[in-house]
Every structure is written in C-alpha cells, then in structure tokens.
C-alpha cells in the first residue's frame, strides 16, 4: 500500500509564530496529506491547546529546564540549536520506522538550520515567514546592508518604500543595541534564503487556488 505523505511543521515557540503555522497547518492538511505541527518542550503544557482533529501535534525538546522561559531560550540559541537539531533527527529516525516517515518540513524562517536537518535525513524543506512581507524586507535590506546601525538620520529609504522614520521600523532595529539576541535572531532567517527550492509566507490576501509562484532570485 503506498505510503500516506506526512509533512512536519516546526514553528519557533512563540505564540506569535505558533499561531500562523498552526493555520497554515490545518490549510495544508485540508488538502489530504498527513500533517504534524512539532512543538518544543518549553511550551509542551500549550499541547492540548493545540490538539486539532486535522493536525498531529507532537513534542521535541528544545533543552529547556523546569520553569525556564522562552526568554532565557532566546539568551541561548546556540543551545536551542543543538538540542532541537538533535532531537528533530531523533524524532525523523523514528518516524521512519513507522508507517508514517516524513517526507518535507516545513520550517519557520527564523530556524534556518533546520533545512540542513531536513537534508541530512533525505528530506527536502521550505521556511515559513511568518510575519508580514513588509517586515521581511525591511530585515532583509538591513542583512544585505541597505541600512547601517546606528542610524544617523531621521528618515531611511529603502528600495520599493516610501521614506520611513527610524521609529517606523521594528523596535528590535530602531532602538539599536536594545535587543541584540532578538535582530540577530531576526537577520539569520536569510543566513540561507538562497537554498530552499520554496518559501512560504504568511498573508491576510486570498492565495489564488492551485497557482504555482516563482522564488525570485
């Protein structure tokens, strides 16, 4: 009997970002295949919250401690790397003794590596933006060095904006040096944008039905 497909879907645990992927979860598992929506331990008491009759929700461990916050996560990326990419490729294997093996992620953006997970087990992936296009390029601009920090003039242009005050822009970039782990965070979602054969992004304008968009190059 052929194999049903099985997509995983990790967003960052931050409701935020939990919330667009869990939409967009259940639009994908409308369309027939099996689809499930990985969180990490730091929210794991959100489980049944989440829990959707269209959408397996499962748990994955993010290194996190009893009672430590997603802030203090965000303090220690590099550990939220290893142990999340660890336990992904755990979760992968046992999958694939199962009758359900994955065969594509779905990856929120600001989890870049997660593509390489995905590759390592014969996987292929896609990021998922989760906040506005218009957000998106205006860190993207600030990645390929459109913009320099600290700002020294009131106004910024950017290519395709019209002329934007500094308080404008995201707090994480206007009010330099305040939250240095989060820009970063926010800037490495492009560390691999070229790779991935796909990116999703999240929109309040209806997508046309069955219509295949392009990644610009």
């Avoid at 999958?95 to 929120?108: A, E, G, M, R, T």
């Avoid at 998922?128 to 218009?134: D, E, G, H, L, Y």
Wanted: proline share 7%; aromatic share 10%.
């Amino acid at each position: 009997m052929e194999k049903e497909t099985h997509i995983l879907v990790i967003p960052y645990p931050i409701q935020g970002h939990i919330n667009p992927m869990l939409q967009f979860s259940k639009r994908l598992a409308s369309k027939g295949p099996r689809v499930t929506l990985l969180i990490t331990s730091s929210i794991s008491k959100s489980k049944q919250a989440l829990q959707h009759t269209s959408v397996n929700v499962d748990t994955i461990s993010d290194g996190s401690e009893e009672g430590e916050t997603v802030e203090s996560l965000i303090a220690n990326l590099d550990r939220f790397r290893l142990t999340v990419s660890q336990s992904l490729s755990e979760f992968i294997q046992k999958q694939n003794l199962f009758k359900h093996p994955s065969c594509f992620i779905v990856y929120d953006c600001i989890l870049p590596w997660v593509l390489n997970v995905a590759r390592e087990h014969g996987l292929d992936g896609a990021p998922f933006f989760t906040q506005s296009c218009a957000v998106n390029a205006i860190y993207y601009h600030l990645h390929r060095g459109a913009m320099r920090l600290p700002f020294e003039e009131p106004t910024v242009s950017l290519p395709s904006f019209p002329p934007l005050e500094t308080s404008d822009l995201p707090s994480v970039i206007y009010r330099t040096g305040s939250y240095p782990a989060l820009l970063d965070l926010a800037l490495q979602q492009f560390s691999n944008i070229q790779q991935p054969n796909w990116l999703f992004f999240s929109t309040f304008n209806e997508l046309e039905p069955e219509k295949n968009f392009s990644r610009a190059h």
